[in-house]
């Protein structure tokens, strides 16, 4: 028999395997607090650094910081859900990617995508781009971009 408790946000299961299970709960200010660090590991880099925040079942969560725009990009069984906490960029959906490569299963990268659907990242904004849509990053010189993204395997 299973018993269950909440107490201050957790949800407690006590079975067998005396299981505890918790919500994860990510504050703005906390992540912003972490994107000195990011940058520092960007600039070492090839203009972008992620700190996972965890792994689950069918998802994972990130926190990203960009200070250069990003390759043509294509996940063939994962969304990505971003929530844009600092900075502004392009993003650009759909059309095709140019010099197209799969580097490895269901993900895909390339030079660019043409002939795609602009729109401007904001702070505060919130985008899903559906698994199979190729997207890219596009920043202006000497601007940073920082998200909060969730990877959601929507296929396979």
């Not at 992540?31 to 069918?58: C, D, M, T, W, Y």
């Not at 390759?71 to 969304?79: G, K, P, R, T």
């Not at 997207?135 to 969730?150: K, N, P």
Request: aromatic share 6%.
């Amino acid at each position: 028999m299973e018993a269950v408790a909440v107490s201050h946000g957790e949800i407690f299961v006590n079975d067998s395997t005396d299981t505890i299970k918790t919500a994860d709960h990510w504050q703005p200010e906390q992540l912003i607090k972490q994107l000195p660090q990011l940058s520092q590991r960007a600039v070492e880099a090839n203009g972008v650094a992620s700190e996972a925040l965890g792994q689950f079942a069918r998802h994972a969560a990130s926190l990203t910081l960009r200070n250069q725009s990003g390759v043509a990009e294509l996940h063939s069984d994962f969304a990505d859900l971003f929530y844009i906490l600092e900075g502004r960029a392009t993003l650009i959906t759909g059309g095709e990617i140019i010099s197209a490569e799969t580097i490895a299963p269901g993900e895909v990268r390339g030079e660019s995508v043409q002939g795609g659907k602009t729109q401007q990242l904001c702070p505060g904004e919130i985008f899903h781009i559906p698994a199979g849509l190729p997207h890219q990053m596009m920043l202006a010189d000497g601007e940073t971009i920082a998200y909060f993204v969730i990877k959601i395997q929507e296929n396979g």
